[in-house]
């Protein structure tokens, strides 16, 4: 195909003179050989069109999150349940290597001492030592407390796996611990404190009125079944390794966990763990930050305090 080309004139003065001359330039549409092109307009979204997509991503992403936070919690619970059970596990077979006693039970000074156990006060062994607190105290980050023979009976069985004594839905830190970069602190589960031998036998009347379970043989009532002995504790009420509650006592001494969408997590002296869901005074208390001191009171008739109660112990 020939090229195709535009002639036009243009009036330009000559060099030296004053009159203008035409002059005549081709300007080539065309090169030679080449074909013409169309530009091809592709349809666009309207503003209209593009509000309907957003609405409905929208739309999905509202329906689709819930969904995904309840599977991320229900995964939390599942590795919740398997640690109370390994501890559960832990427990039998320590049992089983010492005339079937439970793992000792300490608390208050003897907990906070973080003494080893061949300086315990008292000739105190307990499944786990510590101080958990919201300050900077060490206790809360020391793994030592959990994993090291000197300071936890339960260590040797678990292979001193410390993720084994947190709920994963336990992940609450205080300004102050996040200020120092923690993003949790060690344990989260404490021990029925009326299971195994501790200071809660030498302990004042309104904690020493139930029985207290120093061996496995022992249980008969609760059944093993029904006899918890692992909780996950509230943030705000967990200290020591134990946690308490008395029979003659209607209102929360220490308090279970709520964190799995108001419920919280047990194991049971037969090796079974479930977790259970409140339904009254056991959903009141949010994390604070603060540490509890008591004081949450129940009626006679509150179903999630009598729950606990029938499954901790029994009056003396």
Same mark, same amino acid.
């Given at each position: 195909?020939?090229?195709?080309?535009?002639?036009?004139?243009?009036? +330009?003065?000559?060099?030296?003179?004053?009159?203008?001359?035409?002059?005549?330039?081709?300007?080539?549409?065309?090169?030679?050989?080449g074909t013409i092109r169309h530009r091809?307009?592709?349809?666009?979204?309207?503003? *209209?069109?593009?509000?309907?997509? *957003?609405? *409905?991503?929208?739309?999905?992403?509202?329906?689709?999150?819930?969904?995904?936070?309840?599977?991320?919690?229900?995964?939390?619970?599942?590795?919740?349940?398997?640690?109370?059970?390994?501890?559960?596990?832990?427990?039998?077979?320590?049992?089983?290597?010492?005339?079937?006693?439970?793992?000792?039970?300490a608390w208050g000074g003897v907990a906070l001492?973080?003494?080893?156990?061949?300086?315990?006060?008292?000739?105190y062994f307990p499944w786990v030592m510590g101080w958990l607190t919201w300050d900077a105290s060490t206790h809360n980050t020391n793994r030592f407390y959990l994993i090291n023979d000197e300071y936890s009976l339960l260590a040797r069985y678990l292979g001193k796996a410390h993720e084994i004594f947190r709920c994963p839905a336990d992940n609450q830190v205080s300004q102050e611990q996040r200020q120092l970069g923690w993003t949790a602190r060690v344990r989260s589960f404490s021990?029925?404190?009326?299971?195994?031998?501790?200071?809660?036998?030498?302990?004042?009347?309104?904690?020493?009125?139930?029985?207290?379970?120093?061996?496995?043989?022992?249980?008969?009532?609760? +059944?093993?079944?029904?006899?918890?002995?692992?909780?996950?504790?509230?943030?705000? +009420?967990?200290?020591?390794?134990?946690?308490?509650?008395?029979?003659?006592?209607?209102?929360? *001494?220490?308090?279970?966990?709520?964190?799995?969408n108001g419920a919280g997590g047990f194991a049971f002296a037969d090796g079974h763990s479930e977790i259970k869901k409140w339904r009254a005074s056991a959903l009141s208390r949010k994390v604070t930050f603060h540490s509890y001191r008591g004081g949450l009171r129940a009626t006679p008739q509150d179903p999630d305090l009598l729950w606990m109660l029938e499954r901790t112990s029994y009056p003396r």
């Open positions: 195909m020939p090229a195709l080309s535009l002639s036009i004139e243009v009036a +330009s003065p000559l060099a030296g003179t004053g009159s203008g001359r035409w002059l005549h330039t081709a300007v080539p549409l065309l090169p030679a050989g091809t307009f592709l349809p666009a979204f309207t503003l *209209i069109e593009l509000l309907v997509v *957003i609405a *409905i991503i929208a739309l999905l992403a509202a329906m689709l999150l819930p969904a995904l936070a309840r599977a991320r919690s229900k995964a939390r619970a599942i590795t919740c349940l398997s640690n109370t059970r390994q501890l559960m596990q832990a427990t039998h077979l320590y049992s089983s290597d010492n005339h079937e006693y439970f793992p000792m039970n001492s973080g003494a080893p156990m061949s300086g315990s006060p008292a000739s021990m029925n404190g009326a299971v195994g031998r501790g200071n809660k036998v030498a302990a004042s009347s309104v904690l020493n009125c139930e029985k207290v379970f120093e061996k496995t043989t022992d249980v008969n009532r609760p +059944s093993p079944a029904s006899l918890w002995v692992f909780v996950d504790e509230h943030p705000d +009420s967990i200290n020591d390794g134990a946690l308490f509650n008395a029979q003659s006592y209607f209102g929360w *001494i220490e308090l279970p966990s709520n964190l799995h």
